[in-house]
């Protein structure tokens, strides 16, 4: 059904959604190609949330081009949405601009969606195909599938390590255990994601800003601070150069005076505080990600924090990657990387697949999925 030329061309529609990777969310990643006799006309990507989708952004470049997109093949790395959003339904734009085809990577999850603009398409006479490259666009939005499909965000848990599976000393010291390349590529993801968590132990230990410092980006993620007491320290740098970016402090209750005097000091400045407790008095963590995704559009959370909260994470099945960034050398006695329940028997393990594998600098990086 494809060839080269509509591979080479879809190729192009996925290079222009990955300039929407730190700018869109919560909307998909989406770029839009628009040729015409052999020549690319428009290109476009999706804006920030209430700004132009793709097609749209093509549309009105072949319009600044000064060419018509009448009998045109456009490559789309998703669907073209049919309802009334924040924006205009992309599929009216498209069936007014008559291309003679559209050609898309992947069938939109979001159930408003879910293959009715395809069907709009072929009722006003126009050549719909889908699937060209769809793995690849599947790979760019894996937090928007997570939350239409699951009702959850797609979760990745950071780690920095030593060859040997330490994470810090034992006296608590790991800054820094890998150098600037990988520590740069960490905030490659920062920045992709909705909210970066972390947990008050973190918080107390390593006094972290958690904001994107290592590349140019329109927005910065929520920060998030697992923290069942309440202990966070008013003075953290974690509050410091929001740049617009809101925190929130999940405890697990405020059943007492002390408490709710903490909590009023902290939304005084501006911080959410949110009681979200499980049966054993700690932070429901299933339920915050369910939380994020299904009342605040969250699509993809990055998790930096320390050896107890990721060992929560992990044993509460909340974890979709592991993302592990290893350093080239033995620490000895240190501190692990997850405080998980050891194994009677190795048929209790989480199985993992490694996805990609990365060098930067010196250091390793490992990509895993759950099998």
């Not at 894996?142 to 390590?161: C, E, H, N, Q, Y």
């Not at 920045?191 to 132990?201: D, E, F, N, P």
């Not at 620490?331 to 990365?358: F, K, V, Y």
Request: charged fraction near 20%; proline fraction near 5%.
């Amino acid at each position: 059904m494809y060839n080269a030329v509509d591979h080479q061309l879809m190729s192009e529609a996925l290079a222009q959604a990955q300039k929407a990777l730190y700018l869109s969310n919560p909307n998909p990643r989406v770029g839009c190609v628009i040729v015409k006799d052999g020549q690319v006309i428009g290109r476009g990507h999706t804006q920030k949330v209430g700004g132009s989708h793709a097609e749209i952004q093509a549309l009105a470049d072949v319009k600044a081009n000064g060419f018509s997109a009448e009998g045109s093949t456009v490559y789309v790395t998703l669907e073209p949405c049919n309802h009334t959003g924040r924006t205009p339904p992309c599929v009216d734009a498209l069936i007014a601009a008559k291309p003679a085809m559209v050609v898309v990577a992947m069938s939109d999850p979001n159930p408003l969606v879910a293959g009715k603009g395809l069907e709009r398409l072929k009722a006003a006479g126009i050549d719909v195909r889908c699937g060209l490259l769809e793995a690849d666009a599947q790979a760019l939005n894996r937090g928007f599938i997570s939350r239409m499909t699951r009702g959850l965000p797609w979760v990745r848990l950071k780690i920095a390590a030593s060859l040997d599976g330490k994470t810090a000393l034992a006296n608590g010291q790991s800054q820094w255990i890998t150098g600037p390349l990988a520590r740069a590529d960490g905030h490659h993801w920062r920045a992709q994601a909705c909210a970066i968590v972390t947990g008050v132990g973190t918080v107390k230990e390593d006094d972290p800003s958690l904001n994107v410092r290592e590349v140019d980006t329109y927005r910065q993620p929520w920060k998030i601070i697992v923290d069942s007491k309440l202990e966070t320290p008013p003075a953290a740098k974690i509050f410091n150069h929001l740049d617009g970016a809101g925190v929130m402090i999940i405890c697990a209750h405020l059943n007492t005076p002390e408490l709710q005097q903490k909590a009023k000091l902290f939304q005084e400045r501006g911080v959410e505080i949110i009681e979200m407790a499980n049966p054993q008095g700690k932070v429901d963590l299933p339920r915050l990600f369910a939380y994020l995704a299904q009342e605040r559009e969250m699509n993809e959370i990055h998790i930096e924090s320390g050896y107890k909260l990721n060992g929560s994470m992990l044993r509460e099945n909340c974890v979709d990657e592991l993302l592990l960034y290893y350093a080239p050398f033995l620490m000895g006695d240190g501190i692990g990387i997850a405080n998980i329940t050891p194994l009677q028997g190795l048929e209790q393990r989480q199985d993992w697949q490694i996805i990609d594998h990365s060098l930067f600098g010196p250091d390793l990086r490992l990509r895993l999925i759950r099998n």
